[in-house]
């Protein structure tokens, strides 16, 4: 049975192998192996094998022949697949965020939160059209779904979203970087921030819709007059 102190080296060496494995720092096929990984992170090997096998279950790390436990490989050859779940659960989560807008209790403070959010994507556009650095923007976007997880209200919903942006986020590392589009990003994304602030769950699954479309059709590198078609998704009746 771990210790809490064991738990706590599980926890910090899964996260940091995590990260340097969706920014890119541990590539494709680099292999992950126990004494070299631990001596580096400075934990035990038991510790490491926890942070090792969630790596497993999220899908970033593979058993190899021959070589061990190895970092899985990104295409965005999987990006249509990804985006088909992507919508289905982005669109539900904004249309519950925007349903609880309306709740006597937690209301006001959501809707105070998401009108914030839309001005400061607003107030970004101007910067990244100028090609500025994007760091803080996706800083940005990474609190407007931690906002999202939160406003939906249904913590199933939202786990399963922070899995599927670990794969996203290795996605779009791939893409090219394009001031014009980052900037219609912003504008998509406050869009979507003002639909759930004004209490619109209908507003706020189309916002979305047109986003991640749009998003697809960009990282696929296709031409936005003629984008590869997203099947429409229909909600089943709640």
């Not at 494995?21 to 992170?41: F, K, M, Y």
């Not at 070589?67 to 088909?84: I, K, M, N, W």
């Not at 990474?142 to 399963?160: F, M, V």
């Amino acid at each position: 049975m771990y210790t809490l102190l064991s738990m706590r080296a599980s926890d910090r060496a899964y996260s940091r192998l995590r990260q340097e494995i969706v920014d890119g720092l541990l590539e494709p096929g680099t292999v992950l192996g126990e004494v070299e990984q631990s001596a580096r992170l400075g934990i035990s090997r038991t510790p490491l094998r926890e942070a090792l096998a969630r790596l497993v279950a999220d899908g970033l790390a593979t058993t190899s022949r021959g070589r061990g436990l190895v970092v899985t490989a990104a295409s965005l050859a999987e990006a249509p697949r990804l985006f088909d779940l992507r919508i289905a659960l982005e669109t539900l989560a904004g249309r519950r965020a925007a349903e609880r807008t309306w709740d006597p209790e937690d209301g006001p403070g959501l809707r105070a939160r998401f009108t914030a959010l839309a001005t400061r994507f607003e107030q970004a556009t101007t910067r990244l059209s100028a090609g500025t650095d994007p760091s803080d923007y996706y800083a940005l976007t990474a609190g407007l779904d931690a906002e999202l997880d939160t406003a939906c209200g249904n913590p199933y919903l939202a786990e399963s979203l922070r899995g599927l942006r670990l794969h996203l986020g290795r996605l779009r590392r791939l893409a090219r970087n394009s001031p014009g589009r980052l900037a219609d990003s912003a504008r998509e994304h406050a869009a979507i921030s003002r639909a759930i602030a004004t209490g619109d769950p209908e507003l706020a699954a189309a916002t979305t819709i047109v986003h991640l479309r749009q998003a697809l059709v960009h990282l696929l590198g296709e031409d936005a007059e003629h984008p590869t078609p997203t099947p429409i998704i229909q909600e089943s009746a709640s």
